[in-house]
């Protein structure tokens, strides 16, 4: 039943619309802490957009029958990573501020949600190892830009904590590698 849903064409085209919504909304959402990014950074700031992007690719790619692996292994990766980040720092907003806006519980759905469908769509991405290779690399190379650099995501209340939420974040990561390679690669060699 689930197959026959993710594979609808009109469950897909769906799917690629509120994901491109999404995305334009997610840099929108952005756009403050953009205006301030050096321009050496600006590809690596707006992460959770950026992750649906590569999904949003990857839907329209697979619409019509082809696949992109590069893109494929940055999508799953990034879209568990930021996915889950983000509802994590929302609710430990909601435990440092005792409350959380509407959008706070708004952005804790739909990146729950992104979590979810990049991990559903596991079996029909086409990624080798080295497609892994290359995402993982992406994903840490941000994490340097994040907390190194300090180009993370603004969140006022939660600035005290950035070394902690840096160190997460890094673990993180290497779940949300390890996890696309059990649901891509593993599978294959066993």
Known sequence: MIRYILLDKRFLIALFLINLF???YGFMWYESQLAITP????IFVPDSPTASLFFTVFLLFFLVGKNIPYIEALAIITLFKYGVWAVVMN???LVIDGSLSWQGYMLMASHGAMA???LLYAPYY???LRHIVVAAIWTLHNDVID????????YSSLTKQMNEIGYFTFWLSIISIFIAYKLTIKKELT
Do not use: A
């Open 91 to 93: 609710l430990l907003t």
């Open 22 to 24: 999404g995305t334009i």
């Open 39 to 42: 321009d050496i950074f600006l």
């Open 126 to 128: 086409k990624i080798k």
């Open 147 to 154: 907390y190194v650099f300090e180009m993370m995501p603004i």
């Open 116 to 118: 979810i469908q990049g």
